[in-house]
């Protein structure tokens, strides 16, 4: 069975602030995507990232970077000088990798209030 | 930047009446897809389509439920008599590989 877990609810950090987002997830399949995205208040859910399986290689995009570890089947999110745009709930999901129509399976969400 | 677009941003119905949510995919995407996220739970899978046909569905999708992709570049989904229950934010992706790409989604609200 697929499943990711965000144990982290609600986060509230103060702007300047590095924030980390936790992701674990599970699966029993060797190859499979994981993904960020974020959803301001406004509704719409953004893409943040995708992670492939076989690339454990950490990535780094101006704040945001990514910490994917097999070992600990985690996927974690970190915000570096956070600023109150970041207020969001961000999503982390998992699709397996087979060509046909893959479905998403998202974790709950962590809530993240960036105080100004 | 190409982008899933969805018609209308917001939808209030009276139960039991049918509504059609829609969705135009990114043009060159291959797999189409349908969440639904209740106000403040996750978003959760209902379907996904491929080669137009439904390549998978959850549980959730039963009978009341159908999509269509009726002229090759629109995609609906159909809730053929609303309950109070299907009230949620509803939301079309496409992808031809990577990450999906959420449309902007649309609020259902059934009184």
């Known amino acids: 069975a697929q499943k990711v877990t965000q144990a982290q609810t609600e986060i509230s950090v103060v702007e300047k602030e590095d924030v980390t987002l936790d992701c674990v997830y599970e699966?029993?399949?060797?190859?499979?995507?994981l993904f960020w995205y974020k959803q301001p208040p406004s509704g719409e859910l953004v893409f943040l990232i995708r992670?492939?399986?076989?690339?454990?290689q950490n990535e780094i995009s101006g704040r945001y970077s990514w910490n994917f570890q097999k070992s600990t089947s985690s996927f974690n999110f970190t915000i570096t000088a956070s600023q109150v745009v970041d207020s969001a709930v961000y999503f982390c999901?998992?699709?397996?990798?087979?060509?046909?129509?893959?479905?998403?399976?998202f974790g709950t969400g962590t809530s993240l209030t960036v105080i100004p | 930047e190409p982008e899933v677009t969805q018609t209308p941003s917001h939808q209030v119905t009276q139960m039991g009446q049918e509504v059609i949510l829609r969705c135009v995919p990114i043009?060159?995407?291959?797999?189409f897809y349908w969440y639904r996220q209740i106000l403040g739970q996750k978003v959760e899978f209902l379907v996904s389509?491929?080669?137009?046909?439904?390549?998978?569905k959850s549980e959730i999708f039963d009978d009341q439920f159908s999509v269509e992709r009726p002229d090759g570049s629109n995609f609906t989904l159909k809730i053929r008599s609303t309950k109070l229950e299907d009230s949620a934010m509803y939301f079309c992706?496409?992808?031809?590989?990577?990450?999906?790409?959420f449309g902007q989604g649309t609020r259902l609200t059934v009184v």
């Open positions: 992706a496409s992808r031809i590989g990577g990450g999906a790409f």
């Open positions: 699966t029993r399949d060797t190859t499979y995507y």
């Open positions: 992670r492939n399986s076989f690339d454990e």
């Open positions: 999901a998992l699709s397996q990798a087979q060509n046909t129509g893959n479905q998403f399976y």
């Open positions: 043009s060159n995407h291959l797999y």
């Open positions: 389509f491929y080669n137009n046909e439904i390549s998978e």
